[in-house]
């Protein structure tokens, strides 16, 4: 009888959400409301699936193909289905029950990449592929690698959405989170990431922009833009800028990525300040734990021109000289 329950829970829960979800007008008018019948069909995953339920990844997907405003919404359960299962299911459901769910999102994930993909390359509705963007920003963070390197993902969102006022702040998030990721096999897609951000960037951004300015005097999403720019450049700069400083050929291009983080260090805003802060710290850190006793010794003490400066306190010597400025102002 209790599966009998849920069964028809399931399907009355599945049939209201496709009925509102289907009518595009629908779907403004009654936000709140799909929202908690969206809520409620995780929950309810949650306890069913895959056991009693193994079929809803491609139940979804195949859904999603009939309509665009469902497609929209399908991409809202997908993306607060990977919270509940990655981001907060410690506490709430039992360790073997979250490692089943994680494994099963993870075997069945090439369909889901797939419908992303799809909508990425082909729709011209621009809130569906928003709801995308955002849903495969969740995912970055457990799917597994092959999907982010060994695809067109990068080169999608650098040269198609980057650039879109509308999706430059979620492309630049999830640039972010691939900028994040520690591994040694993919360094040659870790310089492209860089580069071609780079270049959209400075399209985007000119290098003599004075972006103190331009956030006091910019709109929330344009604020937000030079926020995510902050984070960027810090956490690709953490983890990868060793790779980038190796290659004599990619000189200019991190000169001109630290020059950004100096324009935005001169930001009058706290979060972004800390942000920069951190990473000057980690840069000042590094320099100094390679070579803690080789002060550059003032000349008219020593009584010498000569500098014992290692090659890569050299490199930065130029930008940290600016960065000491900043501090004390």
């Not at 193909?65 to 299962?85: A, D, F, G």
């Not at 930001?267 to 802060?277: G, M, P, R, S």
């Amino acid at each position: 009888r209790r599966v009998h329950g849920c069964e028809g829970i399931k399907k009355y829960v599945v049939g209201l959400i496709i009925k509102t979800s289907s009518d595009p007008s629908c779907v403004e008018k009654e936000k709140v409301y799909i929202g908690k019948l969206n809520m409620i069909l995780v929950q309810i995953l949650k306890q069913e699936w895959p056991k009693h339920w193994p079929t809803f990844i491609s139940d979804i997907v195949g859904a999603s193909r009939t309509s665009e405003s469902l497609c929209q919404n399908n991409m809202v359960i997908l993306k607060l289905l990977s919270e509940e299962v990655f981001d907060f299911s410690s506490g709430q459901i039992t360790q073997v029950k979250a490692k089943h769910l994680k494994d099963s999102m993870c075997n069945e994930f090439s369909q889901i990449f797939q419908l992303c993909q799809f909508v990425m390359e082909n729709s011209q509705n621009a809130p569906l592929v928003h709801a995308t963007l955002e849903t495969l920003l969740r995912f970055l963070n457990w799917i597994p690698l092959g999907y982010i390197f060994e695809t067109k993902l990068i080169s999608t969102l650098i040269y198609k959405f980057l650039n879109v006022p509308m999706f430059r702040n979620v492309s630049l998030k999830c640039l972010t989170e691939i900028a994040g990721v520690s591994v040694s096999q993919y360094e040659e897609q870790f310089v492209t990431l860089f580069t071609l951000t780079m270049m959209q960037l400075k399209q985007m951004l000119p290098l003599n922009t004075n972006i103190r300015l331009a956030y006091s005097n910019g709109k929330d999403d344009e604020q937000n833009f030079i926020q995510n720019l902050s984070l960027f450049l810090c956490t690709f700069l953490k983890e990868h800028g060793q790779l980038i400083e190796k290659r004599l050929n990619l000189r200019e291009t991190l000169m001109e990525a630290l020059h950004y983080m100096l324009l935005v260090s001169e930001v009058e805003e706290t979060e972004i300040f800390k942000i920069c802060l951190e990473y000057w710290n980690h840069l000042a850190a590094e320099l100094y734990r390679e070579s803690p006793f080789s002060t550059s010794a003032s000349p008219l003490l020593s009584g010498t021109q000569h500098f014992d400066v290692p090659p890569r306190r050299q490199l930065y010597l130029p930008v940290l000289s600016k960065v000491r400025l900043l501090m004390v102002s």
